[in-house]
């Protein structure tokens, strides 16, 4: 059997076996103890929680409010059948015009209408994952490396660099300053990267952030296109989670800076979007890679071909995100509803002693566990997550599979389940902070009854010494006191 697997092993291709896709990572490990074991309230109570989803269902009921309203917008209901054959045939791959209309107008209301985006610069692509990849194809050659703030999604190992060839370079952050970006955290990284022969092409950064759940104030902003202008490199923005923002400050992004900034070559400018997180439609596979630089425009549009977004789910949308009215209800009953899960969550875990970083947007938590660690370490650390997978049956993502310099940080999900669930979630970790309260409680007591049965019997050993009459015989130079007896 092992002879027959190697043998068609040889029948691949070194990029198809290759270990570079990052499956290996345990932020895929908790997806497979929870597609082994999931959870269901009825059927299932005490399954394996997905908290390791970023997927937002928080607003499906107003998705599908507007689509029973709307059915002329299908092209599988009576009322949308009569478009089947123009959507059904052959699309330019620039996409149904519609479609990128009103991509751009979402991405403009996104921003607060401060930036007025493009239709003609929207290139279509599978998903948030082919997006990166299309525009790492467009910008790098095999070997070369992006600069990337960490922590950072897990899943970038596979989008960027799997079939391109591409590396990595962390910008290592820590929780001193919040995990935010420094020039000085650049230089560093930059000039190490120099000085091992890497050729830098450019920083890829993740606003707002996955996993912190942080926007980029407009200063760290500036600095970062300086930054880049001076080296000459360019800057890949993945706004994907632009619409997730629930509380000050307000989103900024890049497309508003370079407004601002004198010298700035546009040519190095470029978004990644999707509709993925802001509206909650994974599984529409809908990624958009938006360049300043024509070139890269022709050429991304000629790499997307091989993975494009569905003519019909573009016939849908494009009615969808041209209903400015839903549109606008849409972003802020969203924001509204995430703000009120965020603060239920954090509360609930504030009231257990568990702390997380301040953060305003995205559908998840960066968990502050330390206080729980055993050690202090990546071990302590991955100790500690398999006891919450395996023991607490809830999936969470570890700090370092997102490259996080620190232990003890963990990102947790909390938008991809029903009020209910989640009060589920929050009753385990309760149920388990409590039993490690009173493990360390324990040994506490244990510890003190040891140190005092060791007082005891030294201090009977001492007078004992001391009463003894071999005692007399001591020099009177000892350090022992002699004991006085009156």
């Known amino acids: ?54 997927e937002n269902q928080l607003c499906f009921d107003m998705i599908q409010e507007w689509m029973m309203n709307n059915p002329e917008a299908s092209i599988c209901t009576p009322q949308g059948l009569h478009h089947f054959s123009d959507v059904a045939i052959f699309q330019d791959y620039h ?13 403009s209301k996104v921003n607060g209408g401060r930036v007025k985006f493009e239709a003609e610069r929207i290139v279509m692509s599978g998903g948030a994952t082919g997006a990166n990849e299309v ?165 991304a549009r000629k790499m997307s071909s091989f993975g494009l977004v569905s003519s019909q789910t573009q016939h849908m949308l494009a009615s969808m995100l041209s209903d400015d009215d839903f549109v606008n209800k849409f972003l802020a009953e969203s924001s509204r509803r995430l703000a009120k899960r965020h603060s239920l969550f954090t509360e609930g875990l504030e009231k257990m002693g568990i702390n997380c970083l301040p953060s305003n947007a995205g559908l998840f938590c960066w968990m502050n566990l330390r206080s729980l660690l055993k050690e202090q370490t990546s071990e302590g650390e991955m100790k500690l997550w398999r006891m919450i997978v395996n023991e607490v049956k809830l999936n969470i993502s570890p700090g370092s599979s997102f490259s996080c310099s620190e232990a003890g940080w963990y990102r947790v999900c909390f938008a991809n389940m029903d009020d209910e669930t989640m009060e589920v979630a929050l009753g385990r970790i309760r149920a388990f902070v409590g039993k490690e309260a009173k493990k360390a409680m324990e040994v506490m007591k244990n510890m003190q009854h040891i140190i005092k049965n060791l007082r005891l019997n030294f201090s009977a050993r001492f007078d004992e010494f001391i009463m003894s009459p071999s005692n007399s015989l001591r020099s009177p130079h000892s350090p022992i006191p002699r004991l006085l007896l009156y």
């Open 135 to 299: 525009i790492m194809f467009c910008l790098a050659d095999p070997g070369d490396a992006f600069l990337i703030p960490s922590p950072y999604y897990p899943a970038y190992a596979r989008d960027l660099c799997w079939r391109t060839g591409v590396q990595i370079v962390p910008v290592h952050t820590d929780s001193s300053n919040n995990f935010q970006i420094t020039k000085e955290a650049l230089e560093r990284a930059y000039n190490k990267a120099q000085q091992d022969n890497i050729n830098v092409k450019g920083l890829l950064i993740t606003n707002p952030s996955n996993p912190l759940g942080t926007t980029l104030d407009r200063d760290t902003m500036k600095s970062l296109v300086t930054f880049i202008n001076e080296k000459n490199i360019h800057l890949v923005c993945d706004e994907i989670y632009a619409g997730t923002v629930f509380s000050t400050p307000s989103f900024v992004s890049v497309s508003e800076i370079i407004q601002h900034v004198d010298f700035c070559n546009k040519d190095l400018i470029h978004i990644v979007y999707s509709l993925s997180k802001d509206m909650g439609f994974p599984g529409f596979r809908v990624g958009i890679v938006y360049s300043y630089n024509d070139d890269v425009v022709s050429c």
């Open 95 to 107: 996409g149904l015009p519609r479609f990128r209309n009103g991509v751009a107008k979402f991405m």
């Open 1 to 54: 059997m092992g002879l027959r697997n190697e043998q068609s092993h040889q029948l691949l291709s070194n990029m198809a076996v290759n270990d570079k896709h990052g499956q290996n990572s345990p932020y895929f490990d908790g997806w497979i103890a929870y597609d082994r074991d999931p959870f269901h309230p009825i059927h299932n109570p005490q399954g394996v929680i997905q908290m390791g989803l970023a």
